[in-house]
Each structure stands twice: as structure tokens, then as C-alpha cells.
């Protein structure tokens, strides 16, 4: 039984049964699952400032604002669960501030930033890649490791210990994190690819069928029905770790393979022509979805193990990922009662066990149209954010 089925059976255990789990079962990923359910963490919304900082908790709206003095308005900021950072580029540090138990750090890099990308591993732990070549890991704000990568170019996918080089290159590059090992595969021609679970890969040999040879069947497709390849990827240890590719088949040509949740295995396709979303689970489609108005779509993505959010320009739809079925259809315009008229869902996030949604209203043109607020997880408000720059975080 695996994690989607877990986490929705959970959904109608009590309190105390799902902590009992919790507790007896042996497997961390499932005690994960259950414990979550037993309790919310708070979230915080946070106002840089010139001198210093504001933060506003959610859902008690409680403040505070005693943090060191700096010109955070002024920062790169960016967020992962339980912990906020805020650096200024070319210096070799960044502010670290970890919420649940709060602790502040200055975390210290041996080279001057130009690009900082967080990467999760627990509520404690996280990799910090910086300028695309070194990695970075922290525990509770202490630093612990440091890996050098390598043929890491323009995007880092991080998958359960493993980094990849994504998007587009002409090799494709592995690192193992935990063993600081280094598995690569050279192209003969640069290319398009999509990491999409950790073990599977779709590469782009439309434009050059050479870009790899000896790894696709015989065929007699044309060069643009090949612009989805799916392979598996098998890691090869030796004088030069490898990566071999298993040819698993051609996907649609007019899919475009986009990644959903990478440690589920989940990605999807979304096509405009047929007005389909195609969800994947491995090298399976588990689900195909009509959506009649899928060229007013504006976001999709997956925020729990067994949900997937389709936003529109006026609502939300929760869908089933196994089933497809709708869930919940939120109407957006219904939550703001006389908050004003809605125009536009601009977009909204997670954050812990809330919203934060970003709406455009209709007003004169001489006014402001944009507001920002926080929900509870049936999209109704319970705080008007501040018309100024803000940012979003939970425990």
C-alpha cells in the first residue's frame, strides 16, 4: 500500500489513532504521514524592512519583531519549511532564521554567491547549491558537508539524497550525494530533458536523433514524434561512473512532460489540443483528465501526497491524482463577500496549513487592484495581508 492510500485512509482516523500509528509503526515516511495529522504548525507572513523585520503569525496574528538589524527590504529571500533566508549578492554569507525552535544564524559559504537554491530534506536538514557548483548541507543551521558538482549548469532537481543537472546540456550528471559520487553521460549534441522521478528521464531527439546513439529502438517515426523519450536511468559504478539509459518508450509527441512530485514518481502532461491532463505515475499514465477550459488555466500543482490543484482565472479545483475525480471546487469570488468584486485568481501557495492567494479585483483605475490573503484550507480569509513586499513561510 503506498503513500497516497496511507494519506487518504489517515484523513478519517481520529487524532489519537493516527499518533498511536505514529508511534508503533516502523517505517519513517509513514510515521511522517500520520503525525501530520495530529497537529498544525503555525505559518508567518514577514515584512522586510529598511532596519529590520516584521513577522505576523497565522494563525494567532501575533507579531514580532525583534530581529538583528539589516536592510532586508534590500535581501534575496527564500523560504522551505522551518526555516527563512535572506542574503545580498557577492558576499559569502547568508542570514538564516529557523522557526520551530527558533534559532538565528549567519551561515558562512567559501565562495562569494551569485545563485542560491535551498533543497529540502527534513524540517531540520537542507542542501544549499550555490552558483550551480558547490553543495552545501546543513543541519539545524550547522553546517556539516560540502560537495563540489560537476557539469551542473542551469537547473538542480533534488530527489532523496540525489542531485541531478536538468533542463538542458549536453551531459547529463548525476550526484550521489551521501557517497560525494558523481555519475555522468556525455552527448554527442545538446538537448532538452526533464528529470521526472529518480530514476526516470524524458529526453528531447527531435532536433538531433544523434544526440545519443545506440540507446533508441529501430523506428520509423518521424524526428518530431521524438521529442518524448522516456528512459530509466541506471547509475553505473566504475573507473568513470556512468549512467546507462533503458530505452521504456515513445511518450506523445504534443505531451509536455512537466514534473509533479518526483520522490511519488508523479508528472503529468498538459495539452492543449485535446484539452487533456495526462497524469503519470512511473512510466505509467494512471489518469487522463478533460478540461474543457484548460487554456484558462493558469497553475497546477500537487500540494498533498493524494491532491492536485488545477487554479483557473475564478476557481479552484481539487482533483483525486489516482482517480481524477473532482474533490472540491472552490469558487473564489463566493470567499470575498464585500471585500470587493473578483476579476482575476492570480495565483495562491501552500503555506503549512494554509493559503496565501493573490487576487486582482475590480476597481477604478485610479486605484490599486491587487490583494493578498491568507485562508484556511477551504479558502476562506482570515488576514488581509499588507499592501507592501512580503513573503510567505511555515513551520
Avoid at 95 to 121: G, S, T, V, W
Avoid at 226 to 245: A, D, P, Q, Y
Wanted: proline content about 3%.
Amino acid at each position: 500500500m503506498d503513500a497516497f492510500i496511507i494519506s487518504k485512509i489517515s484523513n478519517y482516523f481520529s487524532l489519537s489513532k493516527n499518533y498511536n500509528f505514529a508511534k508503533e509503526i516502523r517505517n519513517k515516511a509513514l510515521t511522517k504521514t500520520f503525525l501530520e495529522k495530529c497537529y498544525k504548525r503555525s505559518s508567518y507572513i514577514v515584512y522586510p524592512l529598511e532596519n529590520g523585520m516584521k513577522l505576523t503569525a497565522i494563525p494567532t496574528l501575533k507579531e514580532k519583531t525583534d530581529f538583528p538589524e539589516a536592510n532586508y527590504e534590500d535581501m534575496f529571500s527564500k523560504g522551505i519549511n522551518n526555516c527563512m533566508f535572506f542574503w545580498n549578492g557577492k558576499n559569502k554569507n547568508i542570514l538564516a532564521y529557523q522557526f520551530l525552535p527558533y534559532r538565528a544564524e549567519n551561515l558562512q559559504f567559501d565562495e562569494e554567491i551569485d545563485e542560491a537554491f535551498f533543497f529540502q530534506i527534513n524540517d531540520y536538514s537542507f542542501w544549499v547549491v550555490i552558483n550551480h557548483t558547490q553543495a552545501y548541507k546543513f543541519d539545524r543551521l550547522k553546517r556539516t558537508k560540502k560537495v563540489t558538482l560537476t557539469g551542473f549548469q542551469y537547473r538542480e532537481c533534488y530527489i532523496d539524497g540525489f542531485m541531478y543537472a536538468d533542463y538542458y546540456g549536453e551531459e547529463l550528471c548525476v550526484h550521489d550525494l551521501a557517497e560525494d559520487r558523481s555519475y555522468r553521460l556525455k552527448f554527442l549534441q545538446a538537448s532538452y530533458w526533464e528529470i521526472v522521478t529518480k530514476d526516470l528521464v524524458v529526453i528531447d531527439f527531435s532536433h538531433h536523433e544523434k544526440t545519443l546513439e545506440g540507446v533508441l529502438p529501430p523506428n520509423e517515426l518521424k524526428s518530431e514524434d521524438k521529442r518524448n523519450v522516456l528512459f530509466r536511468m541506471n547509475l553505473v559504478k566504475g573507473s568513470e561512473n556512468t549512467i546507462n539509459l533503458e530505452f521504456l518508450s515513445f511518450l506523445p509527441s504534443n505531451y509536455n512532460i512537466i514534473k509533479l512530485n518526483p520522490s511519488l514518481g508523479l508528472y503529468y502532461s498538459r495539452t492543449e489540443e485535446t484539452k487533456t491532463l495526462n497524469i503519470f505515475k512511473e512510466e505509467k499514465e494512471i489518469v487522463e483528465i478533460d478540461i474543457p477550459d484548460l487554456d484558462q488555466v493558469c497553475e497546477i500543482k500537487i500540494v498533498d501526497n493524494d491532491k492536485m490543484y488545477i487554479q483557473s482565472k475564478k476557481e479552484i479545483i481539487v482533483f483525486d491524482v489516482l482517480t481524477g475525480n473532482i474533490e472540491k471546487r472552490y469558487t473564489i469570488a463566493n470567499k470575498l463577500g464585500e471585500r470587493g468584486v473578483l476579476k482575476e485568481v492570480a495565483n495562491f501557495e501552500k503555506m503549512g496549513d494554509y493559503y496565501v492567494i493573490y487576487i486582482i479585483i475590480e476597481c477604478p483605475v485610479d486605484q490599486h487592484p491587487w490583494r493578498t490573503y491568507v485562508t484556511d484550507l477551504n479558502f476562506d480569509i482570515i488576514y488581509n495581508v499588507e499592501d507592501r513586499k512580503h513573503h510567505s513561510y511555515n513551520e
